[in-house]
C-alpha cells in the first residue's frame, strides 16, 4: 500500500463503527468525510517539510440508484472521489475512488460503514481484491 509504484498503491477498506443512527445521505458523508481526510493530512504531515495545501482538500459523494449488500444485508450503496495529498509517501495530489455500503446494525443501535478506495480506476485488478474482502465482510444485523 505504501509504495508509489505498486498495484495496491494506498489502496485499502475501512469500517467505521458508529454507536446510534448514521446518515449514509451524501452531504453528511462529505462532510464526515473531508473532516476525516483532512484531519489524517494534517496529523501526518505534522513535523514534516510537507508544503500541502488543506483548501484544495475536496470530496464528492454520489448515492447510487441501485442497493447493495452488507454483511448479506440490504444496504445504502455510495460512490465518493476525495481529492487529497498522499501525505505518507510522496507528498503529491492523489484522488481517491471509494465504494460505499452502510447500513443499520446490532438491532438499530448501531450503523456500519464500509468502504474501499483506490486511487486506481475500478477497472484495476485491486478492485477485483478489495470486493472480494467486502463480498466476505459480515457485521450483525
Excluded: N
Excluded at 458523508?29 to 473531508?34: A, F, R, S
Aim: a positive charge; one cysteine or more.
Amino acid at each position: 500500500m505504501f509504495e508509489a509504484a505498486a498495484q495496491d498503491y494506498f489502496s485499502y477498506a475501512f469500517v467505521l463503527w458508529i454507536d446510534g443512527k448514521m446518515s449514509f445521505e451524501p452531504t453528511s458523508l462529505e462532510k464526515d468525510l473531508l473532516k476525516y481526510y483532512k484531519g489524517l493530512c494534517t496529523s501526518v504531515a505534522r513535523g514534516s517539510k510537507l508544503d500541502l495545501d488543506f483548501s484544495k482538500i475536496a470530496v464528492k459523494v454520489q448515492k447510487q440508484d441501485r442497493k447493495g449488500k452488507l454483511g448479506g444485508e440490504d444496504a445504502e450503496l455510495l460512490h465518493a472521489q476525495i481529492d487529497w495529498y498522499d501525505p505518507f509517501v510522496t507528498g503529491k495530489p492523489l484522488t481517491l475512488h471509494l465504494e460505499i455500503w452502510g447500513r443499520s446494525a446490532d438491532g438499530g443501535k448501531r450503523s456500519c460503514l464500509f468502504a474501499l478506495a483506490s486511487p486506481k480506476e475500478k477497472s484495476a485488478a485491486v478492485w477485483e481484491t478489495l470486493r472480494k474482502i467486502q463480498t466476505g465482510f459480515a457485521c450483525p444485523k
